[in-house]
């Protein structure tokens, strides 16, 4: 026999249609007196005559129903009502419109409770309606997959112990250069020694690009994600590296403030973006000059700049949270890194803190704007930079000093002696305006001009303080301060 599945206004009609034929002995010819008046006033004898045979069809199918609950074993009446919910939960599952098994499960449960005969058999037998949960959950499981397992989100630090930033000539041009999408391109790398290295930069996004570059923000963005990479397998010694949007905000300089929805979003589309830019590499003639790797070792590398898998993960308070696993070291750091052109500084000189009035650090970070952040990225690779290259023009003036009568006694003469092979290959002096341009600050008015200046020998101070520097000088064309230089110890006396 076909069982029908009855809606709520559909078993309150049944309902009252019970009770009514309950009463039919007493009061039937009065109550079809009373319907066949109301009936002949309202309708034509056609519309009559269907509704009428329509209420007997219904009441002999709700007899039915009263003698299958009336008839029906224990046994059977488990059975059927398996029945009825296999059946139900695989008429649902089979239109799609369910995302998960809890929320089939519960409209399985809401249309079971109102279904009349499972409804009275339950009232017949109560233990029925204890049994319904587990079998409504089985037959649930039977047709909804398995969800995956989600992973448990790993513990993310709260800070960083080194600032990390490639400073080669490759992420340069990834900047400041439309290099995504342009072809194969020979960067000058060694150019006095005639030496290039071959790369193709390839954007894999669904979108047919023109040749472009990354902006200012999706370099810190990747900056702090190597910043985090080293900081889990170096000090973590985890395996592999996990990380969120808050985690990369709190990486990057002044980080550990709290995440505002706009830069979760810009953080999100810069992973995205990153991870879908495809990074063709041969530096092994850069290496084998540079004696970085054996002369018939290669370094080749073909891999997107973030190689990454996003996924889900579940935080310690059981919240699903969306984060990327970083599935190996990214080619430009590791690049950077053989070559020894990687900025690798101690993270507290790039979390930059206010000074007392004797110009102290008073332990309080400063508050950092987008700007503030974009100045002391820039001025923290130049600055290494500079000392790297300070120690190169030692180096050489020490070697050819073995050579040459003359002994540099001061930093200048080492920059202008002859025998310091050109002295410093890079100026010592940072000038403002192409710090603010390098930070992707536009055109400002003169107040908002100052305010970053200062902001910026207040991070020299700091920095002067904390060791990270030796000392600076404010530099100016008349009146109007146009940069800072950077001062280093004098070389008393170079040792041969």
């Known amino acids: 026999m076909k069982i029908t599945m009855l809606n709520k206004q559909e078993l309150e009609s049944l309902q009252a249609i019970r009770e ?44 039915k129903y009263n003698d299958i609950v009336e008839n029906m074993t ?68 039977e047709v909804f997959p398995a969800p995956a397992e989600v992973e448990p989100l790993p513990k993310q630090p709260k800070s960083v112990n080194r600032y990390i930033s490639p400073t080669n000539l490759l992420m340069y041009d990834l900047v400041n250069k439309p290099l995504i999408n342009a072809g194969a391109i020979d960067l000058p790398v060694m150019p006095k020694d005639n030496i290039t290295s071959l790369v193709v930069v390839t954007y894999e996004g669904n979108e047919a690009l023109k040749p472009f570059n990354l902006d200012k923000f999706e370099r810190r963005v990747m900056d702090a994600v190597c910043s985090l990479y080293r900081h889990a397998i170096t000090i973590l010694h985890h395996e592999y590296l996990v990380f969120t949007p808050e985690s990369v905000y709190m990486a990057m300089p002044g980080g550990g403030a709290k995440l505002n929805k706009d830069m979760r979003k810009r953080i999100v589309d810069a992973i995205e973006k990153l991870s879908s830019i495809r990074v063709d590499l041969d530096a092994t003639s850069e290496l084998r000059q540079a004696g970085k790797i054996e002369d018939k070792a290669t370094f080749i590398r073909k891999q997107n700049i973030l190689y990454t898998k996003g996924g889900e993960y579940r935080q310690s308070n059981g919240r699903i949270i969306t984060a990327w696993q970083l599935m190996d070291m990214p080619v430009i750091y590791e690049y950077a890194e053989k070559m020894g052109q990687l900025a690798n500084v101690s993270a507290k000189y790039a979390n930059i803190e206010g000074l007392t009035k004797e110009g102290e650090p008073d332990g309080v970070p400063l508050k950092m704007s987008d700007e503030r ?56 002096i940072m000038n403002y305006d192409k710090i603010f341009d390098d930070a992707g600050i536009g055109e400002a008015s003169r107040p908002v001009v100052k305010k970053h200046k200062d902001f910026c020998r207040h991070v020299w101070q700091y920095w002067e303080k904390v060791g990270f520097i030796h000392g600076f000088q404010e530099v100016k064309n008349g009146r109007t301060a146009t940069g800072l230089q950077m001062l280093f110890k004098e070389p008393c006396e170079i040792e041969k």
């Open 373 to 428: 952040r974009g100045i002391v990225e820039v001025m923290l690779r130049r600055a290494v930079v500079m000392q790297r290259a300070q120690k190169e023009a030692f180096k050489r003036a020490a070697w050819k000093s073995n050579l040459k009568s003359e002994h540099p006694k001061t930093w200048r003469d080492i920059m202008t002696a002859p025998h310091a092979a050109g002295g410093l290959q890079t100026s010592d």
């Open 74 to 141: 224990p046994d059977k009446a488990e059975e059927f009502t398996r029945g009825v919910i296999q059946g139900t939960v695989k008429e649902q599952y089979d239109r799609g419109k369910w995302e998960s098994r809890q929320g089939l499960a519960e409209y399985v449960t809401h249309a079971i409770g109102h279904h009349y005969v499972i409804f009275n058999l339950c009232r017949r037998l109560p233990e029925l309606e204890d049994k319904i949960p587990g079998w409504i959950t089985e037959s649930v499981g």
């Open 20 to 63: 009514l034929a309950g009463k039919m002995n007493a009061v039937q010819r009065q109550t079809n007196e009373i319907i066949n008046k109301a009936m002949q006033e309202a309708f034509p004898q056609k519309t009559r005559e269907t509704l009428v045979s329509a209420l007997e069809l219904l009441a002999k199918e709700f007899q």
